[in-house]
C-alpha cells in the first residue's frame, strides 16, 4: 500500500522504536498509539513506512561499520606517549588519570614489586581489519558460484585428462 504524503511524527517515531526493539506492537505502543494492534496491521502494510523502516536500518549498520572503522584506525595508528607517561607518573590522581589518552592500552598490570605493565592492543590485527574492512563484501550467492565454476572446470579438466590418457 502505498501513501502519497510523508511520514508524520508518530510514523517516524513508530519506525525508529520498531528498529530499537525488533517489535511492532511494542513500537506502536511506544510511539503512543491508542490501538497498537491496529495500528500495527495498518502501518507495516505500507510501503514509506518500510522503506523507512529500511533507511533506519541502513542508516545505523553504517553507523556502527565508520565507529569500528574509527577505533581500528586508532589502535592501529593512535598514540602510545600518554601511557608511557603514565608509567613515570609519581603521583596518581583520578584528574591526572582521566586526561590520558589511554585506548591503545589492552591491560595494565602492577606486580608486587612495584613494577608497572602495560600490555597494548595489537597494531598488526588493527591494520588486517582495517584492510578486511576496505575489501568489498564477499556475496554468499557469488561464492557459491563461483565454488560451483571451478568445480565443474576441474571436472571437465578430469575428463579431459582422462581423454588423453586412452
Known amino acids: 500500500m502505498k501513501r502519497s504524503k510523508g511520514l508524520t511524527a508518530r510514523e517516524k517515531l513508530f519506525c525508529s522504536c520498531y528498529v530499537n526493539c525488533g517489535n511492532y506492537k511494542e513500537a506502536a505502543v511506544l510511539a503512543g498509539y491508542s490501538q497498537p494492534e491496529k495500528a500495527v496491521s495498518f502501518l507495516t502494510m505500507r510501503d514509506d513506512i518500510n522503506e523507512m523502516i529500511a533507511r533506519i536500518y541502513r542508516a545505523r549498520a553504517e553507523d556502527r561499520r565508520e565507529k569500528a572503522r574509527a577505533g581500528y584506525e586508532r589502535l592501529a595508528f593512535g598514540s602510545i606517549s600518554d601511557a608511557v607517561r603514565l608509567m613515570f607518573e609519581e ?14 592500552v589492552a591491560e595494565i598490570k602492577r606486580p608486587k614489586d612495584g ?6 592492543f595489537d597494531r598488526l590485527k588493527a591494520l588486517e581489519k582495517l584492510e578486511e574492512s576496505d575489501m568489498p563484501e564477499k556475496n554468499s550467492v557469488s561464492e557459491f558460484y563461483s565454488a560451483l565454476v571451478g568445480g565443474l572446470e576441474g571436472q571437465k ?10
Open 91 to 104: 603521583e596518581l590522581s583520578g584528574e591526572v588519570l582521566a586526561s590520558y589518552d589511554l585506548f591503545n
Open 115 to 120: 613494577a608497572m605493565e602495560i600490555k597494548f
Open 157 to 166: 579438466k578430469g575428463e579431459n585428462d582422462s581423454d588423453n590418457n586412452a
